[in-house]
Each structure stands twice: as C-alpha cells, then as structure tokens.
C-alpha cells in the first residue's frame, strides 16, 4: 500500500489505484484503465514556420497551451488525429506530434468537478 498526493509519482510507481477524495473514493481500478477509458485525450503538436494561424474555431478541441509554435489541445478520446495532422501540415512542417491520455492528476480533477 502506498499513500500520496502526488499523483503524477503514484502513476509511476502503481498498477492500481484507489482515488478518495474528502472521504470518498472517486477513482479506482489499474492505471491503464483509467487511462484507457478517459473521455478525453491530449495532443501536442509543433508545426515549424506555420503560414499563419491553422487551428479553425469551434472545433472539437480546447487550447490548453501556446508555446511558439507548439500547441497542446485537449480532444475528445474519439477525434479525427488524421484530420488534425492534416490542418497542422497545410500550415508547415510539422516536427512534434503527439497523442497521449491524460495524467492521472487530470482524471482526478475531472472526477472531482
């Protein structure tokens, strides 16, 4: 047993988890589950020189950040990665591109919200 509220070490060192929060528990099961099952995903992508802005409005995303030109999005789990590539290559070079699940300290927060 292993007691923490660094989740982002939890989710390194254990298989499973029970997540409680003010008492409850909110979380439980194998960390690939959870993971797995998340209704939303993450995608970073750098696209070099971009001819100007690539990202359209009101699409099925979020911009959660803006470094240069590196962009993280939070998607739905069931987005078109093929047609987001594709907006992001009309703009440039892309040299990053990837799509992971979120961390567990992002599924406790949608949990408890």
């Known amino acids: 047993m292993f007691s923490s509220h660094h989740l982002d070490l939890v989710e390194g060192l254990c298989k499973d988890v029970v997540i409680?929060?003010?008492?409850?528990?909110?979380?439980?099961?194998a960390v690939s589950a959870l993971k797995a099952?998340?209704?939303?995903?993450?995608?970073?992508?750098?696209?070099?020189?971009?001819?100007?802005?690539?990202?359209?409005?009101?699409?099925?995303?979020?911009?959660?950040?803006?470094?240069?030109?590196?962009?993280?999005?939070?998607?739905?789990?069931?987005?078109?990665?093929?047609?987001?590539?594709?907006?992001?290559?009309r703009a440039g070079t892309v040299s990053h591109f990837s799509f992971e699940p979120p961390r567990l300290s992002e599924l406790f927060m949608e949990a408890v919200s």
């Not at 409680?20 to 099961?29: D, F, Q, T």
């Open 20 to 29: 409680i929060h003010r008492g409850a528990s909110v979380l439980e099961g």
């Open 37 to 89: 099952g998340a209704r939303q995903r993450h995608v970073e992508i750098e696209v070099q020189d971009p001819t100007g802005p690539w990202l359209p409005e009101g699409e099925a995303f979020e911009v959660v950040e803006r470094r240069g030109n590196r962009v993280r999005l939070t998607v739905d789990r069931d987005v078109d990665i093929e047609a987001l590539l594709a907006l992001a290559r």
